[in-house]
């Protein structure tokens, strides 16, 4: 067996990744194949950040550029967190980074050690505990129980903090489960945590997909997390930029200039045309936004409707961001299709593949192995048809 590195050899490929990877090659095949895992806007990015993108291109912006960033980018992303999030940060307090992921995983890795613990409120995003542990740290992971909506209780962090707990991360709205948390959730947590020594991170990847109104940031509510707070953010989701790969993180000036060195060593500055189209995206009208939200908004009441439907399929609340809904599928555990026997939500979503080709996450890699994850970036269309596919291959399996 070839030798790897202990820590690289025990990261498995993410599973939302996997899944889409499965149904592309699916689709390369031939079959109909419809998607509901993508953790992608279905829209296109709007055309003024094409044209700034095009624009710099002419103009020859195909040099490097500051490691973590252009001046301009960080003054972009500067206004952009005084505008929507009402924060204060410097450009030296803010990185630019491909994505929003490779922020995370290098502040993560600039900032905890071996022996040191990282709080991640579950279900929670694959991508989260890999990250803690390519840094040498641990995760310790805390269930948040449905009946609370999938929100952290202050009770229960208070609980789960040990001497050994470094860090913590929040994401509101919530991937996978839309969930999110209101001004006196984020109050109480804040509270819980503010006179700690722990880092708080905040990625707030998709602060804009809100149905009911964008809440007031953590850090705005208490200020004095920000001495040791990160906020992680980015360009894909809300500008239907994934492609691109362009996200930030802001906090205490050393945590970003140690974020900086390691990527000065590991891959460099992002995309310098990424960077003038970001540019664009952050500072030019904000209203391309709507039409989007409005979108996502029927979806998630035909989606929820739908769901509820399924024999089997459990959806206590309804998810209020984000574009993903997370059932409960446990009824449906211990039926078997053939001699095939459904034992948690990875194998739900294997057989829905199969039997329905209709392509969605199983809730193991979250931390949930009773749900699965439906993505609604897709059209109604494919909506319906999806969920009509559904109902008749659930309807096949024997309980
Ligand atoms: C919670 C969360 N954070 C971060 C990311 C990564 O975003 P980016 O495309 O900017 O790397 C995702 C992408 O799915 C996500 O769901």
Wanted: charged share 25%; hydrophobic share 40%.
């Amino acid at each position: 067996m070839l030798k790897l590195n202990r820590r690289i050899a025990a990261i498995k490929p993410s599973a939302t990744l996997a899944a889409d990877a499965r149904a592309t090659e699916m689709k390369l095949a031939g079959i109909d194949v419809i998607s509901l895992g993508a953790g992608e806007p279905d829209f296109d990015t709007p055309e003024r950040i094409k044209q700034a993108a095009g624009k710099a291109l002419a103009a020859g912006q195909t040099k490097y550029t500051p490691v973590g960033g252009t001046a301009a980018l960080k003054n972009a992303i500067k206004l952009k967190l005084k505008r929507d999030n009402n924060l204060d940060y410097e450009p030296g307090e803010i990185i630019a980074s491909a994505g929003c992921k490779q922020a995370e995983a290098n502040v993560i890795a600039a900032l905890f050690d071996e022996g040191d613990e990282v709080i991640i409120p579950t279900p929670a995003w694959v991508s989260f505990a890999a990250m803690v542990s390519l840094a040498g740290a641990e995760s310790k992971f805390v269930p948040c129980s449905e009946r609370s909506g999938f929100l952290l209780e202050p009770e229960t962090l208070r609980r789960a903090i040990t001497p050994r707990t470094r860090g913590i991360i929040l994401n509101s709205p919530s991937n996978p489960t839309g969930a999110v948390y209101g001004p006196e959730q984020l109050t109480a947590i804040a509270r819980v945590l503010v006179d700690t020594d722990i880092w708080v991170m905040s990625d707030d990847v998709y602060e804009h997909i809100v149905y009911d109104g964008l809440a007031p940031h953590m850090f705005h509510l208490e200020p004095r997390l920000k001495s040791h707070g990160i906020v992680f953010n980015s360009l894909s989701k809300t500008y239907a930029m994934t492609g691109w790969r362009i996200g930030f993180a802001a906090g205490p000036k050393e945590a970003i200039a140690a974020a900086g060195r390691l990527q000065s060593q590991n891959s460099g500055n992002p995309n310098s045309i990424t960077q003038a189209a970001a540019i664009e995206a952050l500072t030019g009208p904000q209203d391309e936004l709507k039409p989007m939200l409005e979108a996502f908004r029927k979806r998630n009441a035909l989606v929820v409707e739908r769901v509820r439907r399924i024999p089997g399929f459990k959806l206590p609340n309804i998810p209020q961001g984000a574009f993903y809904v997370f059932p409960n599928v446990s009824e449906l555990l211990g039926s078997r299709f053939g001699d095939k026997e459904i034992t948690d939500g990875d194998g739900l979503a294997a057989f829905l593949l199969d039997q329905a080709h209709v392509s969605l996450v199983g809730g193991n890699d979250f931390g949930a192995p009773d749900h699965v994850r439906i993505s609604y970036a897709t059209s109604t269309e494919n909506l319906n048809r999806a969920f009509d596919r559904i109902e008749g291959a659930v309807a096949k399996l024997k309980r």
